[in-house]
């Protein structure tokens, strides 16, 4: 599986983008997939989580009723839609994908990682 992550880009605080992970490659409807983000001089840090078949979504605390993370697997794609954004949102967004993801927020559990797409929120 090949991921390639796209939609990020500069949103003034309290704006919203939509990010996207295109997979290539078969059985991507049996994987889980989950989001990371690394800010610069930080830790890379979990973002949100979906199970394989989108019934099932968990998020950071941080980004809680902010962001919505989805899927559509006629499309071999997932999304993160980022809304009310602060500027300590600013990152490198990454999307991964992973077949046994037993503990949704260790990114070592996750087999396949796109390249990452950076958002820049302005105050």
């Known amino acids: 599986v090949q991921l390639q992550a796209s939609g990020g880009g500069l949103v003034q605080a309290g704006g919203s983008l939509r990010l996207s992970c295109a997979a290539s490659?078969?059985?991507?409807?049996?994987?889980?997939m989950g989001w990371f983000r690394q800010a610069p001089g930080k830790e890379r840090e979990f973002v949100a989580h979906?199970?394989?078949?989108?019934?099932?979504?968990d998020y950071a605390d941080s980004v809680k009723g902010r962001f919505s993370i989805s899927r559509d697997n006629t499309k071999n794609t997932g999304y993160l839609q980022l809304s009310r954004l602060k500027p300590e949102d600013t990152a490198v967004y990454y999307c991964?994908?992973?077949?046994?993801?037993?503990?949704?927020?260790?990114?070592?559990?996750?087999?396949?990682w796109g390249q990452g797409t950076k958002v820049t929120v302005s105050s």
């Open positions: 490659g078969d059985h991507f409807s049996s994987y889980a």
């Open positions: 979906i199970n394989w078949s989108g019934s099932s979504t």
């Open positions: 991964a994908a992973g077949y046994y993801v037993h503990t949704m927020t260790a990114g070592n559990e996750y087999d396949y």
